[in-house]
């Protein structure tokens, strides 16, 4: 079975432009979830997506959004970059959502912003 | 809401040593514990989950960890460390009813030949 796939791997943008990343779930699941990785913050919460809704959202400005479509693929969008922003950015899907079901996580975008 | 404390940021040990990661949390209501690992750029696997049941829980490549309630720990533990074990590795809470994991800020373990 495919793992959590994630597209690009590697990003390099300019402060004030925008970026969209990619997430393939595991054939199957249903939830993807999103998290922003940095040296200084460590791994934090960004939202989860269930069946196209948003089920949850961490403490991030409306810069960064997401959706999900039918076919569980999700896409995270981050306007109006900042330095910042600058991180690895991971996905990890679930079958279901807001039960303890075993997170699979992808390898990670990692998004540079000069 | 959660948090979770991982009391060491870099743990070195000797090759065939035991080792003991720390990790401590606090939550308002029951919790699921994981503990994940991640390898140079790489995204985090699943070590070992506890969900319920039994307080010792083992996982893959030898690793265990045991909740403590009391003590609100679930301190990650190997017998005998491999120089492939050297990563990071993340504790991570999930609230009972939540959606999101938590997670604490890692710790380096450094294996030495």
């Known amino acids: 079975k495919a793992g959590v796939t994630q597209t690009p791997r590697y990003l390099i943008k300019t402060r004030g432009q925008q970026v969209t990343l990619s997430c393939s779930p595991i054939?199957?699941?249903?939830?993807v979830s999103w998290y922003q990785q940095t040296p200084g913050q460590g791994l934090q919460f960004l939202f989860e997506y269930f069946s196209e809704t948003q089920r949850n959202k961490g403490n991030f400005p409306g810069r960064f959004s997401g959706r999900q479509f039918s076919n569980s693929r999700s896409e995270m969008n981050v306007s109006t970059l900042e330095l910042g922003d600058s991180a690895l950015y991971l996905c990890?899907?679930?079958?279901?959502?807001?039960?303890?079901?075993?997170?699979?996580f992808g390898p990670g975008t990692r998004l540079t912003v000069t | 809401a959660q948090s979770v404390t991982q009391l060491d940021s870099q743990v070195p040990v000797f090759e065939e040593a035991p080792v003991e990661l720390r990790c401590n949390y606090s939550s308002s209501v029951s919790v699921y514990l994981f503990w994940y690992v991640q390898y140079p750029n790489q995204g985090l696997q699943l070590l070992l989950k506890y969900l319920s049941g039994s307080t010792l829980v083992k996982g893959i490549n030898g690793f265990e960890a045991e909740f403590n309630k009391s003590q609100t720990s679930f301190h990650l533990r190997k017998p005998s460390v491999h120089i492939s074990d050297t990563a990071e590795y993340f504790c991570?809470?999930?609230?009972?009813?939540?959606?999101?994991?938590?997670f604490g800020k890692g710790t380096k373990l450094s294996v030495i030949p």
């Open positions: 991570a809470v999930k609230g009972a009813g939540s959606y999101q994991l938590t």
């Open positions: 054939s199957g699941h249903r939830s």
């Open positions: 990890a899907s679930s079958i279901a959502s807001g039960q303890p079901y075993e997170q699979y």
